[in-house]
Nanobody, 127 residues
Framework: QVQLVESGGGLVQAGGSLRLSCAAS????????MGWFRQAPGKEREFVAA????????YYSDSVKGRFTISRDNAENTVYLQMNSLKPEDTAVYYC????????????????????WGQGTQVAVSS
């Protein structure tokens, strides 16, 4: 049974940093493409960042490019999202997702392509 468990969310002031983690279990982590999405109150869930199976390729939404960094440690079965220069508009529930169907170099950006999701972790950025 696949499980994705996010952690690291919290309340931070604008300009601050947080590091989210997503620990995966139940299937070989190194064979999954991973992604981060977020959902703000009253809005649809949106893509944030994605990383390929090996970690060699990454992709970011325009709204976080240059501020957020996605990375993975396949030995620890964990994907990370380092968030710097946080803004109030980054406030949302952040979800990690896994796709085991992707080819090795592919980054997956579409929500419907992900088969497994975590429960989410809340990030709140105060102004």
């Amino acid at each position: 049974q696949v499980q994705l468990v996010e952690s690291g969310g919290g309340l931070v002031q604008a300009g601050g940093s947080l590091r989210l983690s997503c620990a995966a279990s139940g299937r070989t982590f190194s064979t999954s493409a991973m992604g981060w999405f977020r959902q703000a109150p009253g809005k649809e869930r949106e893509f944030v960042a994605a990383i390929s199976k090996s970690g060699g390729n990454t992709y970011y939404s325009d709204s976080v490019k240059g501020r957020f960094t996605i990375s993975r440690d396949n030995a620890e079965n964990t994907v990370y999202l380092q968030m710097n220069s946080l803004k109030p508009e980054d406030t949302a529930v952040y979800y990690c997702a896994a796709d085991w169907a992707a080819r090795s170099t592919v980054v997956v950006t579409r929500e419907y392509e992900y088969s497994y999701w975590g429960q989410g972790t809340q990030v709140a950025v105060s102004s």
